[in-house]
């Protein structure tokens, strides 16, 4: 691995391997090689693995690599070894299986694939993502079961629900990340309060007129809410009611084309959405304007899991800080907090 952190060696010259598991059109990948770059660390990722077709052409067309199919087919034992493994696992409702606890509680769900191949490649650190609801979800079971689960198979996690918004991006985007470590160490979660990009730096001009609603839809927006001076993104919700804001609400996938509207007119482009996403305009867009919207929805904001992933690089030595690791002891948030094996 890339730091023995019981002794406390930091190496130099190392390579980080990662793996990119649900790995979509690579927001992760995107993250920890932005945060390398920072830091000088070279980072390499050892296997990825999207069972999305559409997701597969444009991580190959970005990345030169096409990922592995499904995960529930890739038997653990063939896993490269890895130092840190990234997952934004979907989010599915565990199942209860009569009176069993932790690891038993996980089979059944996707979850399940990341912790059997924690179980056999114990990587030094992971960081995984999901939907901020995965907490309230089952009225909190679920993620006890989670944590639980991460327990057991002997690390120390925490996990947390940060905001786009607070990253720079002008985008609502609440997402919760799960930070676990095999040995014990100090690790804070980035407090980050990064001006928010305008809207006129995302927004791109001269959109085709592909894009705009219609005349009946935006006169119904127009009936609700009046224009503003500003650029701003209408917002509506389930019950109709229309908002506007200096940023989008979250992007989703599977949402009504129309329940975004940049100033109540038209649609967002598909550049836009990866940009409100955080990808860079290097970013090559190979599919449809449905695949793109379906695939930005389902990716993470990628300033957020890259200033995690900093705090992590620097919680394992590997990159310069102020605060030494103590095998006994984990600090999250300032607060002590005493581990038990």
Request: charged share 25%; glycine share 8%.
């Amino acid at each position: 691995m890339f730091l023995s952190m019981e002794k406390g060696e930091i190496k130099n010259n190392i390579t980080i391997r990662f793996i990119d598991l649900f790995a979509g059109i690579g927001g992760f990948r995107y993250a920890i090689q932005n945060a390398g770059e920072k830091f000088n660390l070279k980072v390499e990722c050892v296997l990825s693995s999207e069972i999305d077709k559409e997701c597969q052409k444009v991580y190959r067309e970005n990345f030169g690599e096409e990922p592995e199919g499904d995960i529930t087919q890739i038997a653990a034992e063939s896993v490269p070894d890895h130092d840190i493994l990234l997952a934004g696992f979907p989010c599915q409702p565990f199942s209860i299986i009569g009176s069993l606890k932790g690891f038993e509680d996980a089979r059944g769900t996707l979850f399940f694939d990341i912790a059997r191949i924690l179980q056999a490649k114990k990587p030094t650190v992971f960081v995984l993502e999901n939907v901020k609801l995965l907490v309230g979800h089952n009225k909190g079971e679920t993620i006890k079961r989670i944590m639980g689960t991460l327990e057991d198979l002997g690390y120390h996690a925490t996990y947390k629900i940060l905001n786009a918004l607070d990253f720079g991006l002008p985008q609502k985007r609440e997402r919760v990340f799960i930070v676990g470590f095999r040995e014990p160490c100090f690790f804070d979660w980035p407090k980050k309060n990064i001006p928010m990009k305008p809207l006129s730096e995302i927004l791109e001009k001269n959109v085709p007129k592909q894009y705009f609603a219609s005349e009946y839809i935006r006169k119904k927006r127009l009936s609700k809410q009046s224009p503003t001076k500003e650029p701003t993104i209408w917002h509506e919700n389930k019950a109709g009611n229309i908002s506007a804001y200096p940023f989008s609400c979250a992007l989703r996938a599977g949402a009504s084309y129309n329940y975004l509207l940049v100033n109540g007119e038209r649609r967002l482009t598909s550049r836009e959405m990866l940009r409100l996403q955080g990808f860079q305009d290097t970013f090559k867009i190979i599919c449809s304007y449905t695949q793109t919207r379906k695939q930005s929805g389902n990716s993470l904001p990628v300033p957020v899991a890259q200033a995690i992933i900093e705090n992590v690089f620097k919680a394992c030595g590997c990159a310069h800080t102020d605060y030494f690791c103590e095998t006994d002891k984990l600090i999250i948030d300032g607060q002590l907090r005493l581990m038990h094996s």
